[in-house]
């Protein structure tokens, strides 16, 4: 069965393109039963801002894909990077280091898929 590693890297000002990444990852496990990981990077993390005015559905999006069983993770570094603490995000969502992160999942087995 196909592993997938889906990596979001839209930020706050292309929430369409957020929601194709986890629609994507969501069917993907649902639809066609794929083990799939996803990690927000880059400007990808704004999106997980507790304040945003869309937060209520990211948020309902990201416990769907939890239910799922996909791992949902952030990177750390991008965070960081933004200016951003973890502080002001969704609470429950991994952190890990991108680049770390990715070298580990292709060494699994995942493809690597982003938006």
């Known amino acids: 069965m196909a ?3 889906v990596i979001s890297t839209a ?3 292309d929430i369409n393109r957020a929601n194709m990444a986890m629609n994507f990852a969501y069917n993907a496990v649902k639809n ?3 083990t799939v990981a996803f990690m927000f990077l880059g400007r990808g993390v704004e999106t997980l801002l507790k304040d945003s005015g869309g937060s209520k559905p ?3 999006m990201i416990n769907n894909m939890k239910e799922l069983n996909i791992d949902v993770m952030y990177c750390k570094v991008s965070l ?9 995000i969704f609470d429950g969502i991994r952190d890990v ?4 992160e990715t070298a580990k999942r292709v060494d699994e087995g995942y ?3 982003t938006f």
């Open 11 to 13: 930020g706050k000002d």
């Open 97 to 100: 280091m991108g680049g770390v």
């Open 111 to 113: 493809s690597v898929i």
């Open 3 to 5: 592993k997938l590693f």
């Open 80 to 88: 960081k990077g933004l200016g951003l603490n973890p502080e002001i």
């Open 32 to 34: 066609a039963g794929a």
């Open 58 to 60: 990211m948020l309902d």
